[in-house]
């Protein structure tokens, strides 16, 4: 008897006492939702559905996870091949999970482990959180148990943490690892406050739960602090309280452990009539199914009324052992469902299957090298020859395509050479044509008719003075286009090399308009000078000038009487912009089409302009805004130096 109590203690109470926060996360349910069980075989023998018939199995495996632990892991094995025939994953996770269950209850704790990895990848697959939350929780008990506890702190704090991230409406989990959490902390007065905070926390996310056994656990707990506080009786009292309203709940696994707290205020301070509350206790333990995990509360009455030489009460729980005992689930090696040999059986043949798939795969894999192997063997031979008759083919192809490459090359180099230079003179004469013919025509046949009427004695004193001055601006205008165009000519000659210098833009602006003046002068216009100060580009002092000019004399030309005319320049990127904006009234798109012809004499001068901008190095541009407004924008190379003038 002596042996017979000793070994269930060992293998049943110690489990019992370790697996207290897993039962709260399944055997509770199975208590409350008992009454389920008949519904739930009708419904299995009439489905017709596979993957529901998978579901209710995994329902049936939990309610009897504390009913009938061989019943409970023989319909999880029935689920698991349901599921892996099926390929449903989220089945196999809840089988894995009823599973893991079963070998933590008989302390197979490394076994336990296994299964439960196995349900997590599952449910990490299907992206099921609270499922992972749970099974992480469990194989923190799993691998405390197996004397890790790095690894078991390192699964329950990810579960702690994942389960106070899920939605509102799955906070029910983490209600329940709070209530873990004050279990493993509820001794370590560094904890108090946490402790506390975590039942106050679990208590209100209970309450959104009517049916919840977590409220009585939490009760329980101050009831717990009732004892420490010198209120022993009170504390009693409520824990009476709290049993009874377990049993009207339908939960007696609730209110068995309820009691079984008793066993701890002795500890703390109170003495209870602890062989009543053990009756209690066992007889709710025998109501629920679950007396294996309140074996310690059997040993303790035998014990006690044997020491009270009380014969019938020894006598009545002594054949309460020796029944359990003859049970063949207490017997060592007499186990109905062999959960050991289940789990070698089944590693055994998931080892045998990938053995037999490897050695397929190694024997389709060399006969397939032995294939290649003639294939490449004969194709290179093939290959081999043709190769050598292509090359040789291509090699005198190519020699034939090189000779006659040469001729042509040398012959269109030839030609290309007396084009380039034909186009160049023909382009220059017919440059300098124009702008003899354009450019001085004009001015010349003014400067005739000025002098026709300065013979004319009629004349008056100021009008003679008017158009002396007038030949002379003329005269200086024609001196300075001839200028403008000499440098041109000797741009377009061969030897001439381009040597850019810093120059500062605003002086030749200023010379520009001071040269221009009497005809803005003339014209009414209002010069609205936007040139940032400092502002220096890389150019050729006096071509920048005389394209300043240019395009300062079309601008003038071209702007209406009494009109703006805006200068402003900015760099971006190393190159300054220079623009010039003039107000020429409608018909700007004309202006644009007559300055890219030759028979202008102003398109001859922005020809002009535009080859000095392009030898310094930058470019000219003319675009028509709103078909009213002409702006010449001329690009010119930066000078940095050292300070920020960028404007735009």
């Known amino acids: 008897m002596t042996h017979r109590i000793r070994y269930l203690y060992d293998k049943y109470i110690r489990t019992a006492g370790i697996l207290a ?72 996770a809840d089988a894995f999970d009823i599973m893991s269950f079963c070998y933590a209850l008989r302390t197979d704790f490394n076994i336990a482990g296994i299964y439960g990895y196995r349900a997590l990848q599952l449910h990490k697959a299907v992206g099921d959180s609270a499922r992972i939350a749970k099974t992480l929780s469990n194989l923190y ?36 690892l709070l209530v873990n959490y004050a279990m493993r902390f509820y001794r370590d007065s560094t904890r108090k406050d946490s402790v506390l905070w975590a039942l106050k926390t679990a208590a209100g996310i209970s309450r959104k739960y009517p049916y919840s056994r977590l409220p009585l656990y939490i009760d329980a707990y101050a009831a717990d602090t009732l004892v420490i506080q010198g209120r022993g009786k009170e504390a009693e009292a409520r ?54 995990l309140n074996l310690s509360t059997l040993a303790g009455l035998y014990d006690y009324y044997r020491q009270q030489r009380n014969t ?14 003859a049970q063949h689930r207490y017997q060592q090696e007499k186990d109905p469902v062999n959960y050991i040999a289940f789990f070698l059986k089944e590693q055994s043949l998931q080892q045998l299957a990938r053995n037999n798939q490897r050695q397929q795969q190694e024997l389709e894999h060399v006969q397939l090298r032995r294939k290649q192997s003639q294939f490449i063997i004969g194709g290179l031979f093939i290959i081999v020859i043709l190769l050598f008759i292509l090359l040789y083919s291509r090699h005198r192809q190519y020699l034939a395509w090189k000779r006659q490459e040469q001729a042509l090359s040398d012959s269109y180099t030839g030609v290309a050479l007396k084009n380039i230079a034909l186009r160049a003179n023909d382009e220059f004469k017919n440059k300098l044509i124009s702008i003899i013919t354009n450019d001085f025509r004009e001015p010349l046949q003014y400067i005739s008719a000025a002098a026709l009427q300065l013979r004319n004695q009629g004349a008056s004193q100021a009008e003679m003075t008017a158009s002396v001055r007038e030949i002379a601006r003329v005269s200086a ?15 377009q000659l061969s030897g001439f090399t381009y040597q850019g210098k810093p120059s500062l833009l605003n002086d030749t602006v200023d010379q520009a308009l001071k040269q221009m003046r009497p005809v803005i002068k003339e014209k009414g216009l209002v010069v609205v000078n936007l040139l940032p100060a400092g502002c220096w580009v890389m150019a050729d002092q006096e071509m920048l000038k005389g ?42 798109g004309d202006i644009l089409e007559r ?37 010449f924008t001329g690009m010119l190379e930066e000078v940095k130096t050292g300070t920020d003038n960028s404007r735009e």
């Open 477 to 491: 205008n024609t001196l300075s286009i001839f200028d403008n165009i000499l440098k041109w000519i000797r741009m």
């Open 239 to 292: 824990i009476n309280q709290l049993a009874e309203a377990a049993l009207q709940k339908g939960l007696p696994y609730v209110a068995m452990d309820i009691y079984n707290r008793l066993e701890d205020y002795k500890r703390l301070g109170y003495r209870t009539d602890s062989t009543r509350y053990r009756e209690l206790s066992y007889e709710l333990a025998k109501k629920a199914g679950c007396i294996e």
């Open 21 to 92: 926060v897993v039962l709260l996360c399944t055997t509770q349910r199975a208590a409350a939702q008992k009454p389920q069980l008949p519904e739930l075989l009708r419904e299995l023998s009439v489905q017709r559905d596979s993957i529901a018939r998978i579901d209710i199995l995994g329902k049936l495996g939990a309610l009897y996870m504390m009913i009938n632990l061989d019943s409970s892991f023989t319909y999880a094995i029935r689920e698991q091949e349901m599921a892996e025939r099926y390929q449903y994953k989220k089945g196999l």
């Open 547 to 588: 394209a300043q000019l240019h395009l300062l004399r079309l601008s003038v030309q071209y702007a209406q009487p009494g009109s703006l005319l805006v200068l402003s320049a900015w760099n971006k990127e190393g190159t300054v912009y220079v623009r010039i904006i003039a107000d020429a009234g409608a018909g700007a």
């Open 141 to 176: 008990l799993y691998y405390r148990n197996m004397g890790r506890p790095e690894d078991a702190n390192n699964y329950f704090y990810e579960a702690f943490h994942m389960a106070a991230r899920l939605p509102a409406s799955q906070d029910s989990v983490y209600s329940i």
């Open 595 to 631: 300055l890219s012809g030759w028979q202008d004499m102003n398109a001859l001068s922005f020809a002009i302009t535009r080859d000095f901008m392009d030898k310094m190095k930058g470019g000219l541009q003319v675009a028509a805004s709103e078909e009213r407004y002409l702006a």
């Open 312 to 325: 019938a009460k020894t006598g009545y729980y002594s054949r309460e052992i020796m029944r359990l005992a």
